[in-house]
């Protein structure tokens, strides 16, 4: 239902092999919950999840979610949305198994969302309330070049951008 960015979370004290983190909106008839995807479980993973794929999922733990996160809006209102607790995908503790369902395979009566689009235009964006949920189409006119700002640090320091 919903993909957010790969989050990279690595601290220098810190000693992991690849520290990152990515957050997913999973849903089926009964409602929609999050999903995180841990670790080395990111390089393998992120970029097969897709909005609309289909997910089988085996020896997952579930764990308390952490509340001050800010989550999508569902699409449809009325779909509940479980923050409590939210499925935790990893390589150990317990071993995620995933599974990628291809289209042809899924069943009518596993009874799941249909992933829903709200297109709007320019204009019309405008027009709608603040923290609305929207989707938009677009044409990438132009790129410019990634510009960083040098500061000064103390003396002695080297600057940081």
Request: with cysteine; net charge positive.
């Amino acid at each position: 239902m919903h993909k957010a960015r790969l989050r990279f979370y690595g601290k220098p004290d810190k000693k992991f092999d690849v520290p990152y983190q990515a957050y997913f909106e999973v849903a089926d008839q009964t409602g929609m919950m999050s999903l995180v995807l841990w670790n080395s479980m990111c390089p393998d993973w992120y970029q097969r999840f897709t909005v609309g794929s289909v997910l089988h999922l085996q020896s997952y733990a579930l764990k308390q979610s952490y509340q001050q996160r800010t989550r999508p809006r569902p699409a449809d209102p009325l779909m509940p949305s479980f923050t409590a607790i939210e499925i935790c995908l990893n390589q150990r503790d317990p071993s995620a198994v995933i599974h990628i369902i291809p289209p042809k395979d899924v069943q009518p009566h596993w009874k799941l969302p249909d992933v829903t689009y709200h297109f709007i235009t320019r204009s019309e964006l405008e027009g709608f309330p603040h923290n609305h949920t929207c989707d938009i189409i677009g044409l990438v006119l132009f790129v410019g070049r990634c510009e960083r700002v040098r500061t000064k640090g103390a003396p002695g320091e080297c600057g940081r951008f």
